[in-house]
Nanobody, 126 residues
Framework: QVQVAESGGGLVQAGGSLTLSCAAS????????MGWFRQAPGKEREFVTA????????YYADSVKGRFTISRDNAKNTAWLQMNSLKPEDTAVYSC???????????????????WGQGTQVTDSS
């Protein structure tokens, strides 16, 4: 059974930084994408970022571009989301996504994950 475990959420003041981690386990993974989605209260889930296996394809939503950075270590089946210059509107439950279908195209990307983490809360404490 595949397990996806996130960590690193919490309270942070506007302008601050936070790093989320996501570790996948339970099977042999190869050639899979990883990414993050978020959902704020009363809003639809938003596709935030994704990275392919090689790291050559990375997508960021316009709302986080220039502030968030996704990275991964394939040997550890782990990805990280470095969030800088946090804004009140970044408050949400952040969910890690693993495997599935990720495609970047001219002007955008889509990602339909196969596995999800349970989510971790990021809250503006200002």
């Amino acid at each position: 059974q595949v397990q996806v475990a996130e960590s690193g959420g919490g309270l942070v003041q506007a302008g601050g930084s936070l790093t989320l981690s996501c570790a996948a386990s339970g099977r042999t993974f190869d050639g899979y994408a990883m990414g993050w989605f978020r959902q704020a209260p009363g809003k639809e889930r938003e596709f935030v970022t994704a990275i392919d296996w090689s790291g050559s394809s990375i997508y960021y939503a316009d709302s986080v571009k220039g502030r968030f950075t996704i990275s991964r270590d394939n040997a550890k089946n782990t990805a990280w989301l470095q969030m800088n210059s946090l804004k009140p509107e970044d408050t949400a439950v952040y969910s890690c996504a693993v495997d599935g279908e990720y495609r970047e195209y001219d002007g955008g990307a889509y990602y339909y994950p196969a596995y999800w983490g349970q989510g971790t809360q990021v809250t503006d404490s200002s």
